[in-house]
Every structure is written in structure tokens, then in C-alpha cells.
């Protein structure tokens, strides 16, 4: 089975942090560049921010850039997304996907081989 899972998600309140988690099952992510996408109700789907494979370079969405930090441990074969100061905005069902190349393309434009079922945020006092 060839699979991604999401794990991580929860309800918190405005200011709070969670760390997502991106696990990878019968293959690896040492070559692939890994994006983190979001979709709240009633929008499209965003990708907020995306590591390479061998050289670490990070990129982020503008409104996460200061909040948001994604990094990634291929020993464990998983990806992570720490989120701080959530904001209620921030909810949405989050995502971790694969690119098909190794380096990062522009935020939104990269093509995807593989995808999880995702994990819930909600951000609301």
C-alpha cells in the first residue's frame, strides 16, 4: 500500500500551536520535495509552503512565513508542519503531499503524485 497520513490536527484556541505530521507508507520521501496544502469550506485547495528533498530550502506563503515552519526527518520517513499563533482563519483540513520533482516549484504550481486524506484544525475559542 502506497499511502501518505496526516496526524496532528485538532481544536485550539486563537494564539495556540499544534505540529502536524506527514508519515509516508510503502515508499520513501528522500527524493521528493513535500508541500503542505490546506482547504477550508468552501475554497480551493492551497499549498502554504513546501521543502526539497536534499538540500533542506524551505518555502512558505506569505501569511505563514513568521507563523509556520515545515521541516522533515527521511530517517523516519515523515514531514512536519509546526503551526503558531493559529489564528481562526487558519482553519481547515490540512494536507501533505509529494511533488514530482525534488526541488520546490512556486507555491500552487508544482504537479502532485501522491496525497493524504488529510487531518482537521480548528482554530476557535
Known amino acids: 500500500q502506497v499511502q501518505l497520513v496526516e496526524s496532528g490536527g485538532g481544536l485550539v484556541q486563537p494564539g495556540g500551536s499544534l505540529r502536524l505530521s506527514c508519515t509516508a507508507s510503502g515508499f520513501t520521501l528522500d527524493y521528493y520535495a513535500i508541500g503542505w496544502l490546506r482547504q477550508a469550506p468552501g475554497k480551493e485547495r492551497e499549498e502554504i509552503s513546501c521543502?526539497?528533498?536534499?538540500?533542506?530550502?524551505?518555502v512558505y506563503a506569505e501569511s505563514m512565513k513568521d507563523r509556520f515552519t515545515i521541516s522533515r526527518d527521511n530517517a523516519k520517513n515523515s514531514v512536519y508542519l509546526q503551526m503558531n499563533s493559529l489564528k481562526p482563519e487558519d482553519t481547515a483540513v490540512y494536507y501533505c503531499?509529494?511533488?514530482?520533482?525534488?526541488?520546490?516549484?512556486?507555491?500552487?504550481?508544482?504537479?502532485?503524485?501522491?496525497w493524504g486524506q488529510g487531518t482537521q484544525v480548528t482554530v476557535s475559542s
Open positions: 503531499a509529494t511533488h514530482w520533482a525534488s526541488v520546490c516549484p512556486r507555491l500552487g504550481y508544482g504537479d502532485f503524485t501522491s
Open positions: 521543502i526539497e528533498s536534499s538540500s533542506g530550502r524551505t
